[in-house]
């Protein structure tokens, strides 16, 4: 789960932020207009294709729930790595076998592309590819210990950083490098109907990156933005808390650009909750400045994060191209008004 932090008891230091967030993925938006934004110019910004990346998105779920230590993730892992090679990504993985909260060893693979990477400024994409084992968020009691296909929850951001990659193999105006990372072992955060504490069981995949980035000597990576669950229907995607106090600039240099893409509508200017999610230990450990793009539902009685999330219904019938459309365009209109 990604559970959320209510602003009054947010205190004002990094560390309190951090050391507050107590599992995963909740929203809790406080409904502030924040005029503040950044105007963001930018020029022969190429289209985002929302076809292609919806069949991304479809091409992950025909392998089925990629959850740890499956072969479907193993199979979607070599996928995804050939997809980045064939639109003339530098592809790396980094292996290890991490512990999950109930001491399972998990056979661990972060996906590292980077494109660009003679030019001297760096900007990081990032979203999780791996499973959730559990719909323990499932209106039906007996779906809880059954796995989640993942279409949103997963996919779809790995589809919005490849059909990224793809628009980008063979442009060659963008000023700026890209870093693309998938991150493994996300989701495999404590079950709810476990009953057991787990504040450090989420972003397993991402921990592990951020305490072992080591700086680039040939480039400078200048900021990142994680995707996370960026294709639902109906989706509105708040400014997250931790985002807003660790990276405001960024925040404020993406809202601007989905306003300047058209897409202010789904990037309300509206503070969301406090998340734990990857974006946590890139900020804390690797020291880049990093915010989630991350939905919120205000009106869904089962989620904040929509009806589907955790639940067997998280499957391709429930991704809209809209959203992937919104959220794709909007982070080619920030690589392009980088200079």
Known sequence: MKYSIISSIIAVTVIILFTAASCKKGNNPQGQQDDNTTNVAATNVPAFDADSAYAFCAAQCDFGPRTMNSQAHDDCAKWIVSQFEKYGCTVTQQKAVL????????????IIASLGADRPNHILLCAHWDSRP?????????????PV????????????????????????TLKVGIDF???????????????LPGEDSWALGSQYWAKNYQRPTSHQVLYGILLDMVGGENATFYQEIFSKQLAPAIVDKVWAAARAAGYSNYFPMQQGGGITDDHIPVNKHANIPTIDIIPYYPNDDGSSFGPTWHTVNDDIN????????AVGQTILQVLFSEQ
């Open 318 to 325: 429930h991704i809209d191209r809209n959203t992937l459309k």
């Open 134 to 146: 559990w719909a323990d968020n499932d209106p039906d009691s007996t779906n809880w210990r059954k």
């Open 99 to 110: 512990r999950g909260y109930d001491a399972t060893p998990l056979q661990s693979n972060n």
């Open 181 to 195: 990372v998938c991150f493994d072992a996300e989701d495999w955060g404590v079950p709810q109907w476990s009953g």
């Open 149 to 172: 296909l993942a279409a949103n929850d997963g996919a779809s951001g790995v589809a919005v950083l490849l059909e990224v990659a793809r628009v980008l193999q063979n442009d060659t």
